[in-house]
C-alpha cells in the first residue's frame, strides 16, 4: 500500500480550504484505501461504532507493526488512512512517540477523534497504541 | 386555519443560530426536538423565582414549589385525559416509564406466561421485555412487520393467546414513523385479559394523547420530545393497576412510615416517585404542554403530513434512493438509504451542510437486520419545520452524492 506520509497530508490539506475540498481529498484517500476483503470483516477484528464499523488487523512484521483496516463509510475509511500514514509499518516505539491528538489538531480535524464521534477512530486509535504497548513488552 | 410557522419559528431561539457557517436545518426531531422560549422561561423563572424542595417545606418557596409542580401534573392529565391526576407519574423519560413497569411485570409473571412486542421496537421497549422475561421464566413473543414496515396485524391477533400476560408495543415507530392502530390491538389484548402498554416517546409528539380512549393500562413518554426539557417523562398508569404496582426505588417521598427494620409505602403518585423530583423539568414540561395546546391539533398534523409528503415525493424522485418504511399510516419520520453511499456519510456530509438528521440503527438493532439494511439516514419533522428545509435536505443530499460519486 502506498500511503502518503503525515507530513505530505498536512501539507496537502493546508492548502485545501474550503469544507467541500477537504472532505473530497478525504473521501478521495478512503476510497483507495485498499481495506479488507468481506471475508475479513469478522467479529474479532469489529470495532464497533455507532454509526459505522471498523476492522483493524495487525500483524508484527522486523518489528515493526503491520495494520489493515478497513470500515464500511467511506468518510471513515479516509480518517482511517491519517491514522495509517501515522501508524503503519512503524516501530512501537514510534507509534508510541505519535502525538495522534496533535496530529489531528494540525489537519483541523481533532472533532474526529474526540471521544463524542460514534465512528470509532478513537477506539481504533486506542487499540494500535494497546498494540504497541503489548508489543514493547 | 393554517400554522404561521414564521411565528412559530420565531420562538425557537436555537432555529435561529449556525452550524458549520450555514443557517441551521434542524431535521432530528425523532431524537429531540427544540425548546420554545416560553419552556426556556420557565425554567428560567423556576430557578430565579422559586426553587425549593416540594411536599416538604415549612415556608413559603417550598409551598410555591409544591403548587406549580403539583400544577404542572394536573396540566399533563389533562393533556393525556388521565380520570385521575395520581395517575401521572413523572419519570427520567420513557426508558424509565418502561423499565418501571417492566420490573413489576417481571415479578408477576411466571413460566408460560407470554409478553408481546413487536419488530419495530426500540431497544427501551424490547431489552426491558427481554430480561423481564429472562428474569421471570416467561416468553417473549415478537409481532411480525409487514415489508412496507406496517405492523402485521394478521400476526398479532395470532400471536394473543390466554397465556399473553403484557402486551407492550410503540405508538408510532421511531426508526420508520409507522403508526400503530394502538386502540384495535389494545382492545384485542384486553379481551384476553393482558394488561398492554404504549410506549408513546414518538407518539406524544404528533398530537394530544387520549390514554382513556385508548384503552391501555399504562402509557410512557419523555418531555424531550414533546418540547419540554430533557430528564422529565411520564408514565401514565390506569389507577386501577398502578395502586398496587410492585414499588420500584425506594428512598424518600415514597413511604408513609419508616423503622429501622421495616418501610411502609405511600399511596399514589409518591409511591412510585422515590427522592426529590424533577420539579423544574415537570414545570418545563407542562410550559411546553400549555405552549403546544395553543395551536390547533388538526393544523399541526396537517402541517406534518405536508412535510412528510414532500419529502417523501422528493426521495421517490431521486435515483438511488429507498425509502425505508411505507406503511400507509406514518408521520414524522422519512428513513432512507442510498445506493453506494453509507448512512454515516450521508449523515457527516449532510451536517457539513447546516443539515442535522440521525443516521445509524435507530437504537433498532433486532429492526435492522429485520430489514437487511446497515442502519439508515433519518430526518425527522416537526412543527416549526418548513418546506424551504425540506427541499434543503434534497439539495444537500444531492451534493452529499456528487461528493461521494
Known amino acids: 500500500m502506498n500511503l502518503p506520509s503525515t507530513d505530505e497530508i498536512i501539507d496537502d490539506l493546508e492548502f485545501l480550504d474550503d469544507w467541500e475540498q477537504r472532505y473530497q481529498y478525504i473521501i478521495d484517500l478512503g476510497k483507495a484505501l485498499p481495506g479488507l476483503p468481506e471475508s475479513q470483516h469478522k467479529e474479532e477484528y469489529l470495532v464497533r461504532g455507532c454509526q459505522s464499523n471498523v476492522w483493524l488487523i495487525s500483524e508484527e512484521k522486523d518489528g515493526k507493526l503491520l495494520l489493515h483496516v478497513d470500515s464500511d463509510a467511506v468518510i471513515v475509511q479516509g480518517l482511517l488512512t491519517l491514522v495509517m500514514a501515522a501508524y503503519h509499518n512503524k516501530t512501537p516505539e514510534q507509534i508510541l512517540a505519535f502525538d495522534i491528538d496533535h496530529y489531528f489538531a494540525q489537519l483541523d480535524l481533532e472533532n474526529h477523534i474526540t471521544p463524542t464521534r460514534g465512528n470509532g477512530l478513537r477506539a481504533i486509535v486506542g487499540k494500535i497504541q494497546q498494540l504497541a504497548k503489548q508489543s514493547q513488552a | ?405
Open chain 2, 1 to 405: 386555519m393554517s400554522l404561521n410557522v414564521a411565528q412559530i419559528r420565531e420562538q425557537f431561539p436555537i432555529l435561529h443560530r449556525q452550524v458549520h457557517g450555514k443557517p441551521l436545518v434542524y431535521l432530528d426531531n425523532a431524537a429531540t426536538t427544540q425548546k420554545p422560549q416560553a419552556v426556556i422561561n420557565a425554567l428560567t423563572d423556576y430557578y430565579t423565582q422559586c426553587n425549593a424542595n416540594v411536599h416538604r417545606g415549612a415556608h413559603y418557596l417550598s409551598d410555591e414549589a409544591t403548587r406549580r409542580y403539583e400544577a404542572a401534573r394536573k396540566t399533563v392529565a389533562e393533556y393525556i385525559n388521565a380520570s385521575r391526576q395520581e395517575e401521572v407519574i413523572w419519570t427520567s423519560g420513557t426508558t424509565e416509564g418502561i423499565n418501571l413497569v417492566a420490573n413489576g411485570v417481571a415479578q408477576r409473571l411466571k413460566t408460560g406466561d407470554e409478553v408481546l412486542v413487536t419488530e419495530m421496537e426500540h431497544h427501551a421497549n424490547l431489552v426491558t421485555w427481554q430480561q423481564a422475561c429472562k428474569r421471570s421464566g416467561a416468553t417473549l413473543k415478537v409481532v411480525p412487520i409487514n415489508e412496507d414496515g406496517s405492523l402485521n396485524t394478521e400476526q398479532f391477533h395470532a400471536l394473543l393467546s390466554e397465556n399473553t400476560a403484557f402486551v407492550s408495543m410503540p405508538h408510532i415507530s421511531n426508526a420508520l414513523g409507522t403508526i400503530n392502530p394502538i386502540k384495535e390491538l389494545t382492545a384485542a389484548a384486553k379481551a384476553k385479559d393482558a394488561l398492554v402498554m404504549i410506549d408513546g416517546a414518538q407518539g406524544v409528539a404528533h398530537g394530544a394523547i387520549d390514554v382513556q380512549d385508548i384503552g391501555c393500562d399504562f402509557y410512557a413518554f419523555s418531555g424531550h420530545k414533546v418540547f419540554g426539557p430533557t430528564g422529565i417523562g411520564v408514565l401514565w398508569g390506569c389507577y386501577e393497576v398502578l395502586k398496587d404496582w410492585p414499588i420500584w426505588l425506594v428512598g424518600g417521598e415514597m413511604i408513609a412510615t419508616v423503622s429501622y427494620q421495616d418501610a411502609t409505602w405511600g399511596e399514589l403518585p409518591n409511591r412510585l416517585e422515590a427522592g426529590t423530583p424533577n420539579i423544574a423539568g415537570a414545570i418545563g414540561l407542562a410550559a411546553a404542554i400549555n405552549w403546544l395546546r395553543q395551536y390547533d391539533a388538526a393544523d399541526i398534523l396537517a402541517h406534518e403530513t405536508a412535510l412528510l409528503a414532500r419529502a417523501t415525493q422528493l426521495a421517490e424522485q431521486t435515483d438511488g434512493l429507498t425509502i425505508v418504511g411505507h406503511a400507509a399510516k406514518k408521520i414524522g419520520v422519512l428513513s432512507f438509504i442510498l445506493d453506494g453511499a453509507h448512512p454515516a456519510d450521508i449523515g457527516f456530509l449532510l451536517d457539513k451542510q447546516g443539515i442535522a438528521i440521525r443516521t445509524g440503527d435507530h437504537c433498532a438493532q433486532p429492526l435492522m437486520k429485520r430489514l437487511n439494511v446497515p442502519g439508515t439516514a433519518r430526518a425527522s419533522f416537526s412543527i416549526y419545520n418548513t418546506l424551504d428545509e425540506v427541499e434543503m435536505l434534497f439539495e444537500g443530499i444531492k451534493k452529499a452524492r456528487l461528493m461521494l460519486a
